[in-house]
Structures are given as C-alpha cells and as structure tokens.
C-alpha cells in the first residue's frame, strides 16, 4: 500500500526556518517525482515545488522561490522541504505529493499545518 | 503564474449531473494533455479524480468524466450522490515547467 507521510510542521517566526519531512513507502521512490503543494486557511491548493525521481531536476513557485529548497533522500525514502525567510504568507497546510508518470499527484500525506507568526 | 479560473460553487440534486470548467491559456491548460482533477474533502488529503485530461485512475467511479476543449477543461460528475459534496480542484502543467491549480469550486449536493 503506498503511503507518504508528512512531518516536521510547527510555529515559527517570521524570517525563521523549518524543515519539513515525508516519509514514502509502498512504491520504488526512486522512480517517481514528488511534489509540496500548500493550502493557506480559507484558500485554495498551492504547487510549491517539485523533484525528478533522482532529484536531479527541481522546480518551484515564483512565491517561495530563493527561499524554500525541495530535495529526497532516497536511501531513506524521504522528500524534504528546507523552507528558509518564512512569512506569514506561509502559514499554511504542507501536503506531500506523489506524481504519477504523466500528469497527477495519485498519492497524499494527511499534510502538516506550518504557522508562521510571532 | 496565475491560478487557473474555475467557478467558486456548484450545485446539484442527487440523480442529476454537473460540470465544473477550468479555464488556462495556451501556456498551461491549452499547451499540454496534462490536466488533473482533484476531490477534496476539509480535514484529509485530495484525491485524484481525473488525470492526462480524462483518464480515471483506479478505484474512482466512472461517474466522473474529464474533458478539455482549447484552453478550457471540464469536470463532469453524473448522477450526483451525497457524498460527492466536496471541493474540487484542476490542475495542469505549464510551459513554465511548473504546476498550477485552479482556485477551486464548492460542490453542493442539495
């Protein structure tokens, strides 16, 4: 049964920094790209970032570009989030994501909720 | 990027079927066969529906259909049933080489 399971969420401040965690199982990671995708209170989802199987290709939103760094381990069948200069803009549910071989994100963590706010 | 434009709510009775649009440009929604559907219920993880514009994964009714003219998608859900109450998501790839979701609709199943 594949499953992915996020981690690391909690308050900071802003200008702060977190980093988030997501466990996979059930599937060779390796093979599939994952992605973050957020959702602020009372609005819509979010694509924040996205990795190639390898995690030699990464991707990311204009809005946290230069400040958030996606990258997996896949000895340890962990995708990360390293989110660095956090706003309050930022406050928001962190999904976990598995892409499928096309288009699709066919997987998703329960997410975890990061505050931002002094 | 800019979010793609769907209706903020539908509505429907049971037995009846509705349609949610996701309107893009020729940069993400008309550029690429790579439109996906999301079903999102508060508290869990979205699921996905509808992906590569009308392909249904497994294990998801075939009461819900994709389809995609121009720079427009649509979310098809027949014979509505309660439990399709729920928000609703599209998404698509960019030229960008990015991805962009919809702002979402409200389905209401009355």
């Known amino acids: 049964e594949v499953q992915v399971l996020e981690s690391g969420g909690g308050l900071v401040q802003p200008g702060g920094s977190l980093r988030l965690s997501c466990a996979a199982s059930?599937?060779?990671?390796?093979?599939?790209?994952m992605s973050w995708v957020r959702q602020a209170p009372g609005k819509g989802l979010e694509w924040v970032s996205s990795?190639?199987?390898?995690?030699?290709?990464?991707y990311y939103a204009d809005s946290v570009k230069g400040r958030f760094t996606i990258s997996r381990d896949t000895s340890k069948n962990t995708l990360y989030l390293q989110m660095h200069s956090l706003r309050a803009e930022d406050t928001a549910i962190y999904y976990c994501?598995?892409?499928?071989?096309?288009?699709?994100?066919?997987?998703w963590g329960q997410g975890t909720l990061v505050t931002v706010s002094s | 990027q800019s979010a793609l434009t769907q209706p903020a709510s539908v509505s429907g009775s049971p037995g009846q079927s509705i349609t949610i649009s996701c309107s893009g440009t020729?940069?993400?929604?008309?550029?690429?066969?790579?439109v996906s559907w999301y079903q999102h219920h508060p508290g869990k993880g979205p699921k996905l529906m509808i992906y590569?514009?009308?392909n249904r994964p497994s294990g998801v009714s075939n009461r819900f259909s994709g389809s995609k003219s121009g720079n427009t998608a649509s979310l098809t859900i027949s014979g509505l049933q309660a439990e399709d109450e729920a928000d609703y998501y599209c998404?698509?790839?960019?030229?960008?080489?990015?991805?962009?979701f919809g702002g979402g609709t409200k389905l209401t199943v009355l």
């Open positions: 998404n698509s790839y960019t030229s960008s080489s990015t991805w962009v």
């Open positions: 994501a598995k892409k499928t071989s096309t288009s699709g994100f066919d997987f």
């Open positions: 020729s940069s993400d929604v008309g550029g690429f066969n790579y």
């Open positions: 059930g599937f060779t990671f390796s093979t599939y790209a």
């Open positions: 990795i190639s199987g390898y995690g030699d290709s990464t």
């Open positions: 590569d514009v009308s």
